[in-house]
């Protein structure tokens, strides 16, 4: 898995290109670690380039959203595909995680703007 | 001029010239060392001259076919990993490819950018990767497989099985697929802690009217009443697995029992758990 990210104010728009599966979920895992203990809790993950998400990649964006909130932040989720929406409903997380269809709505979310890329 | 290293060494034989020169140079531009062969024979010669990492090998070769070319591969000093590819949509060579200890096959055509994805998967995979699958059955409507416990056998035999179901609808197809899956990697994980000398045992039935997919572990079981950690036990509070799962020091994760109950119709575990049937009606 390939992981970009960009941020805009104190939000992280987190872009990960491929699969979150048990065998790849460290290479997301040790962004979210990385991010949180800079103290950006605020993340954005953009799921538009996800082609697949097992039940330990479902689990390992529960375990980072836990830890957002309780740090005061929050993760929300942009342009899921269908198949991943139908994982979220049947797992009962849709009722967990803000979805978002437009970046900026999500970044409005947390009441943000201005923007500085990176790659990680 | 700089000369980088190759990542590894890709043997790419196919009949068809404008396809293996493309395939080459997609390779190539990863970062691979290449060398072709048109035909069987050649392939053979090359493999004896020199060793390689991956072998994409056609199935459909002139003379030669490429099970066969396979079959002999497998016996050289260092055999490569080998992919096979092909046009052919019938359940048979994607059977006989799997008897002979295929690491993958990939059915023509595909994306480009697919081939260079499959090959840094294989390069990647580990030795636990490359163990024997048993074949008990090699039938379309009955296979069964003997296979060793670790995570990427698991995504092999899933590859393999999933692409029998190629002709099913897409949503029946991820469904199954999906739910396949997640109980395939509870049985190395969980049920085979991972070591691939201990071995699951997975048997796929295809009838007219639905699917069927058992899978034993030789795990011991596990009580459903003692799944705190699981979502299946929390359904009035979806974070709460995850909270009891940071007090146990577990990874991330549980919500595969939840997960394969919604995509498939009929979920049955025998009385230990250590063995498992899924059922998917197609009507």
Same mark, same amino acid.
């Given at each position: 898995?390939?992981?970009?990210?960009?941020?805009?104010?104190?939000?992280?728009?987190?872009?990960?290109?491929?699969?979150?599966?048990?065998?790849?979920?460290?290479?997301?895992?040790?962004?979210?670690?990385?991010?949180?203990?800079?103290?950006?809790?605020?993340?954005?993950?953009?799921?538009?380039?996800?082609?697949?998400?097992?039940?330990?990649?479902?689990?390992?964006?529960?375990?980072?959203?836990?830890?957002?909130?309780?740090?005061?932040?929050?993760?929300?989720?942009?342009?899921?595909?269908?198949?991943?929406?139908?994982?979220?409903?049947?797992?009962?997380?849709?009722?967990?995680?803000?979805?978002?269809?437009?970046?900026?709505?999500?970044?409005?979310? @947390?009441?943000?703007?201005? @923007?500085?890329?990176?790659?990680? | 001029?700089?000369?980088?290293?190759?990542?590894?060494?890709? *043997?790419?034989?196919?009949?068809?010239?404008? *396809?293996?020169?493309?395939?080459?140079?997609? *390779?190539?531009?990863?970062?691979?060392?290449?060398?072709?062969?048109?035909?069987?024979?050649?392939?053979?010669?090359?493999?004896?001259?020199?060793?390689?990492?991956?072998?994409?090998?056609?199935?459909?070769?002139?003379?030669?076919?490429?099970?066969?070319?396979?079959?002999?591969?497998?016996?050289?000093?260092?055999?490569?990993?080998?992919?096979?590819?092909?046009?052919?949509?019938?359940?048979?060579?994607?059977?006989?490819? *799997?008897?002979?200890?295929?690491?993958?096959?990939?059915?023509?055509?595909?994306?480009?950018?697919?081939?260079?994805?499959?090959?840094?998967?294989?390069?990647?995979?580990?030795?636990?990767?490359?163990?024997?699958?048993?074949?008990?059955?090699?039938?379309?409507?009955?296979?069964?497989?003997?296979?060793?416990?670790?995570?990427?056998?698991?995504?092999?035999?899933?590859?393999?099985?999933?692409?029998?179901?190629?002709?099913?609808?897409?949503?029946?197809?991820?469904?199954?697929?999906?739910?396949?899956?997640?109980?395939?990697?509870?049985?190395?994980?969980?049920?085979?802690?991972?070591?691939?000398?201990?071995?699951?045992?997975?048997?796929?039935?295809?009838?007219?009217?639905?699917?069927?997919? #058992?899978?034993?572990?030789?795990?011991?079981?596990?009580?459903?009443?003692?799944?705190?950690?699981?979502?299946?036990?929390?359904?009035?509070?979806?974070? #709460?697995?995850?909270?009891?799962?940071?007090?146990?020091?577990?990874?991330?994760?549980?919500?595969?029992?939840?997960?394969?109950?919604?995509?498939?119709?009929?979920?049955?575990?025998?009385?230990?758990?250590?063995?498992?049937?899924?059922?998917?009606?197609?009507?």
């Amino acid at each position: 898995m390939k992981i970009t990210q960009h941020s805009v104010d104190d939000v992280t728009v987190i872009v990960p290109v491929g699969r979150i599966v048990t065998e790849d979920g460290d290479v997301l895992r040790n962004v979210v670690d990385t991010l949180v203990q800079q103290g950006r809790v605020k993340i954005v993950l953009d799921l538009q380039q996800v082609t697949y998400i097992d039940s330990s990649g479902l689990g390992l964006m529960v375990s980072k959203y836990v830890t957002a909130r309780r740090r005061g932040g929050d993760v929300k989720l942009l342009h899921p595909s269908a198949r991943s929406i139908h994982l979220l409903e049947i797992t009962h997380l849709a009722q967990v995680f803000e979805v978002f269809e437009s970046e900026d709505d999500a970044v409005r979310a @947390f009441g943000s703007s201005s @923007f500085q890329a990176h790659t990680v | 001029m700089t000369t980088m290293t190759p990542i590894g060494r890709v *043997l790419v034989v196919d009949d068809d010239r404008a *396809l293996r020169h493309a395939l080459a140079a997609l *390779l190539q531009d990863a970062g691979y060392q290449t060398e072709q062969a048109a035909d069987g024979p050649a392939a053979l010669a090359t493999l004896e001259r020199q060793s390689v990492d991956c072998m994409l090998l056609d199935i459909g070769l002139p003379g030669m076919s490429g099970l066969d070319v396979l079959a002999r591969a497998r016996e050289a000093a260092s055999p490569p990993r080998i992919v096979m590819m092909t046009a052919d949509d019938t359940p048979d060579v994607l059977l006989r490819s *799997l008897q002979g200890q295929a690491h993958a096959f990939v059915r023509k055509p595909f994306p480009p950018a697919r081939i260079v994805d499959i090959v840094n998967d294989v390069r990647r995979a580990s030795a636990a990767a490359s163990l024997p699958i048993e074949v008990v059955s090699a039938s379309a409507d009955w296979l069964e497989l003997v296979a060793p416990c670790s995570l990427e056998m698991a995504e092999r035999v899933q590859d393999f099985v999933m692409q029998l179901d190629a002709r099913l609808p897409d949503d029946v197809r991820e469904s199954v697929a999906q739910a396949f899956r997640e109980l395939l990697s509870n049985a190395v994980e969980w049920g085979g802690r991972l070591d691939p000398t201990r071995t699951v045992r997975i048997a796929c039935l295809r009838s007219k009217r639905m699917l069927l997919y #058992r899978i034993s572990d030789p795990g011991d079981g596990f009580d459903i009443n003692r799944l705190a950690h699981a979502a299946i036990s929390n359904a009035d509070d979806p974070l #709460r697995h995850d909270r009891v799962r940071q007090d146990m020091g577990l990874r991330p994760g549980g919500l595969g029992l939840v997960m394969t109950r919604a995509l498939v119709d009929e979920l049955i575990y025998n009385e230990k758990r250590n063995e498992v049937v899924l059922v998917k009606y197609l009507d």
